[in-house]
């Protein structure tokens, strides 16, 4: 659920919640039927957040001990009891809307880092590459081990999807190969990496890539010790660069716009 979507959620809750305070300042007794409206309006609310699931509330129902001894009107206690349960959700909401608020500035934050390396105009305004939906960055060891792979492996697997690509492999020695890649990583659409012995120019362009939440698909291979699963794209363990191809064209062709 996008945020303006939760804010407009809470912003209901908060519309109910006034009603509800307005209504105890000027009546002694809660009726049935003007409790059946806030319920109804709060687990309307309920519902479409539980619908999509990004935060979980629960719906408010009525007990038989709820009702005064006429059944006329609804106790004092139960109507509290709702009442905090609305300000409740309200706060986790807003908790939730100001989450999302942060993570999103942190990532904006961590791509204006990246600008300091892309050309500027006359005014010195960065000039952002075009980001690009067949743009993908891959990143190896330098070395012929690395190059071999890349040809017979990686290269076959994004040419089969029709992706073009950019081949980091050169040492980060100087501004010059470093603004290349950022601009690269700001530019394409996924980065794949070749964690293979760990190399340290490709371990300074996977914590670039992280920094500035780019997706991303590992490689690793056997028996190597795995870095864990900290990427949010794929992971893939080979053992011979035919199983490296096979294992990424399938990822590739099940994830195109990953």
């Known amino acids: 659920m996008e945020i303006a979507q939760l804010t407009e959620l809470a912003d209901e809750l908060n519309y109910i919640q006034a009603k509800i305070s307005k209504y105890l300042k000027n009546n002694q007794y809660v009726y049935l039927r003007v409790f059946d409206s806030w319920q109804e309006s709060y687990n309307s609310v309920a519902s479409k ?37 609305i300000n409740h959700q309200i706060d986790r909401l807003e908790d939730k809307v100001e989450a999302f608020n942060k993570a999103t500035e942190e990532k904006l934050i961590a791509a204006r ?8 105009d006359a005014d010195g305004v960065s000039i952002r590459p075009l980001q690009s939906a067949n743009r993908i960055l891959v990143s190896i060891p330098t070395g012929d081990a690395g190059q071999e792979l890349f040809k017979k492996g990686i290269q076959p697997a994004l040419e ?31 980065a794949i990496f070749n964690l293979s012995d760990q190399d340290p120019n490709v371990m300074l362009a996977l914590g670039l890539a992280y920094g500035i939440g780019k997706p991303v698909i590992i490689l690793q291979q056997q ?17 011979t660069v035919k199983d490296l191809n096979a294992s990424l064209t399938a990822m590739l062709r099940q994830h195109p716009a990953c």
């Open 49 to 85: 957040l539980n619908a999509d699931k990004t935060v979980t509330v629960p719906t408010f129902k009525l007990g038989p001990f709820d009702y005064s001894p006429s059944g006329k009107s609804i106790k004092k206690t139960s109507v509290e009891k709702f009442v905090k349960t």
């Open 113 to 120: 880092h990246l600008e300091k390396f892309f050309e500027h």
């Open 160 to 190: 089969a999807q029709r992706l073009s690509f950019f081949k980091a492999d050169q040492a980060l020695l100087d501004d010059l190969a470093l603004c290349e890649l950022c601009q690269e990583l700001y530019a394409c659409r996924l």
């Open 223 to 239: 028996p190597e010790v795995t870095l864990g699963t900290m990427n949010n794209n794929g992971h893939i363990l080979y053992t």
